[in-house]
């Protein structure tokens, strides 16, 4: 038993030094199923739009947004480092979804949405990018009302 164990010890060490960190970090998301590496690798087909928040806004209000009534998507992994949150389109719908975040100058976030779906990256996109324009509303201006105030006596 003790040899087994060992061994094992010995493979893992093997491959963890031949494939480096990163490699084997991705291989354990893999093996765990919350890799993320098919959406960075779609990511040059995101669909992108830019918002004038910052980043930790526009980060917060993604989350928010995903988790609100009607457009409830599961995020299975956030990775700050890389400004990442990733989802699948729904609990039951499992197909992968990443957010990208990328800081710009002026106050300014672009957001790409990357799938291998081209389905399910416009479905998040249309809800991400809905909730983040309705942030960015101009608040109702009250109308004044049609009615003249009676001149006090």
């Not at 893992?12 to 494939?19: A, G, H, N, R, Y």
């Not at 209000?61 to 989802?87: D, F, H, T």
């Not at 479905?123 to 003249?148: H, M, T």
Request: aromatic share 10%.
């Amino acid at each position: 038993m003790e040899r087994k164990v060992n061994f094992i010890s010995i493979v893992f060490i093997v491959l963890f030094t031949l494939t480096g960190c990163a490699k084997s970090r991705e291989m354990w998301r893999g093996f765990t199923g919350v890799s993320t590496r098919i959406l960075e690798d779609k990511r040059g087909e995101a669909i992108k739009k830019s918002f004038a928040l910052d980043y930790n806004h526009s980060y917060l209000k993604v989350k928010e947004v995903l988790g609100s009534k009607g457009n409830e998507a599961y995020i299975y992994a956030e990775v700050p480092r890389e400004k990442l949150i990733a989802v699948y389109l729904s609990e039951t719908d499992t197909t992968p979804v990443g957010i990208f975040f990328t800081e710009a100058p002026a106050g300014t976030t672009l957001v790409e949405i990357s799938s291998p779906s081209i389905y399910a990256k416009e479905e998040i996109s249309r809800r991400v990018f809905s909730g983040l324009n309705e942030l960015l509303k101009p608040a109702p201006q009250e109308k004044k009302s049609d009615v003249k105030e009676k001149p006090a006596n």
